[in-house]
């Protein structure tokens, strides 16, 4: 019986707690806006203003923080830096903070693309690598300081969670053709299409955290799509996940913080390749039209799921690099030793050839691989009670995200790409084997279908 009341009065110390804060991180004009590769887009227009969204969640000597942001993705090694900064300040470890990005095509990266291989870029092209150092400070100053607003904003909280189904935002982007090659977005109703390569994940959820009296104080939306309507302009916008998380929030009271947390997208958009009425610029209010109509459903029917315990694993895969093949490297060598200065497709000097990128992008890997032949892929799971987040870096295909939510011991299980690092496309071996400009990667094929065995595992762990 002492050991009972013991236990009873354990569990009653081990509380949980939420803490939330919202900060703006639009950026300034003259930024680049990220998204794409050798086109000059500097912010000249801003529609909507850009958010990270700050989550701390605490029981006992455990402490995650789960940041959400309106922009493309960090680079791991700005990315590490910063976790262990926020790590310090809420007395936790780097791997119980998640960074995840939504990788919206119409927003600032954190940390270069690639980098400067022979000193071959001259300063005033510093856009070619992605990044604008100033936005690097602006977003790190501006986000340290929501972490210490929601820090002091603790409160305890219980936890809902609700899913629904809507299969009309988000199509696979693949697509075989009638000669048995693949094409990635082709033209609407190709009458060469023969069919779609791959699923959907249909599921939009919300993880809803609530003070005692019922009054929200944080949420996390899922969907699972590419965010590319603003490519290639020159205007900033959070896109859907940006606008939708805005959208709900207000539903459940302006003091209420939502984030998205965007699924493994790496094969899917927001484009309906086989609809002959489908119009890309109306497309976005569509979509948030249907995604709010979701949302209700899900705010409807939220329901009370345990909030405790509060668990985190992650687990760092060391996974060799992808190295271009003799014939690929030799090419991008041969390239730059003939064309020295960017390969320009326009008067301006504001487009640059793929090829001549993507020979750069090569070589620079090579020296890369000098230095470290292997990636350190990094994947988070965080159980909260009877839910279930999990963190992956780079554009997974959604079918691991889809065999992952198959199996997981928890009912409320949702995946976020992008996160902590950016690690390019990860296919399924059967997409790179067939081709097409996602299939190769950084990362050799194959690397899909480890991480989401690795996983698998890791959640399994957390309800042993």
């Given amino acids: 019986m002492i050991i009972n009341n013991t236990t009873l009065s354990h569990h009653k110390v081990q509380q949980l707690f939420v803490g939330a804060a919202k900060v703006d991180i639009t950026p300034k004009y003259g930024t680049q806006i990220s998204g794409d590769l050798g086109r000059y887009r500097p912010v000249e227009e801003i529609r909507d203003r850009l958010y990270a969204r700050i989550i701390i969640i605490k029981s006992g000597e455990k402490t995650v923080c789960i940041i959400t942001c309106d922009m493309a993705c960090i680079n791991r090694n700005i990315g590490l830096e910063f976790r262990s900064s ?72 219980k936890i809902k969670f609700t899913r629904a189904i809507d299969g009309r935002c ?89 984030g998205c947390i965007n699924g493994a997208c790496g094969n899917i958009s927001p484009f309906d390749h086989t609809n002959p009425d489908f119009n890309r610029e109306k497309n976005l209010d569509l979509m948030l039209k249907y995604l709010t109509q979701t949302g209700a459903t899900l705010i409807n029917n939220l329901k009370e799921v345990n909030e405790l315990p509060l668990k985190i694993t992650s687990n760092i895969l060391k996974i060799p690099w992808n190295r271009p093949p003799d014939e690929v490297i030799a090419k991008a060598s041969q390239m730059l030793k003939e064309n020295p200065e960017p390969i320009f497709l326009d008067d301006q000097k504001e487009r640059i050839s793929w090829d001549w990128i993507f020979a750069l992008r090569n070589m620079d890997q090579i020296d890369k691989l000098k230095i470290n032949p292997d990636c350190d892929f990094e994947i988070q799971v965080f159980r909260i009670g009877d839910t279930v987040i999990v963190s992956w870096p780079g554009e997974p295909f959604v079918e691991a995200q889809l065999a992952v939510k198959l199996k997981s011991k928890s009912q409320f299980t949702i995946v976020g790409h992008e996160c902590n690092d950016e690690c390019g496309y990860l296919p399924t071996m059967n997409a790179a084997s067939k081709g097409g400009y996602e299939s190769w990667g950084k990362l050799p094929p194959g690397t899909l279908e480890k991480i989401t065995e690795q996983t698998i595992r890791m959640i399994d762990g957390l309800f042993e």
């Fill in 86 to 157: 926020i790590a310090k300040e809420l007395a936790t470890s780097l791997e119980n903070v998640m960074i995840h990005c939504v990788q919206s095509h119409s927003a600032a990266r954190i940390g270069e693309m690639f980098g400067n291989y022979q000193n071959i870029l001259s300063p005033d092209l510093w856009w070619v690598r992605g990044e604008t150092p100033g936005y690097n400070e602006l977003f790190i100053d501006r986000v340290m300081k929501g972490v210490r607003q929601a820090r002091n904003a603790f409160l305890p909280a």
């Fill in 170 to 258: 988000a199509f696979n982007r693949r697509f075989i053709m009638r000669d048995g090659s693949v094409k990635t977005h082709p033209t609407n109703c190709d009458e060469n299409i023969l069919y779609c390569e791959g699923p959907v994940d249909p599921e939009a959820a919300l993880i809803l955290f609530e003070d005692s009296a019922s009054k929200p104080i944080a949420g996390l939306l899922h969907f699972t799509c590419h965010p590319i309507h603003g490519y290639p302009h020159r205007y900033i916008s959070a896109d859907w996940p940006g606008l939708w998380s805005e959208i709900i929030s207000k539903k459940l009271g302006e003091n209420c913080v939502v």
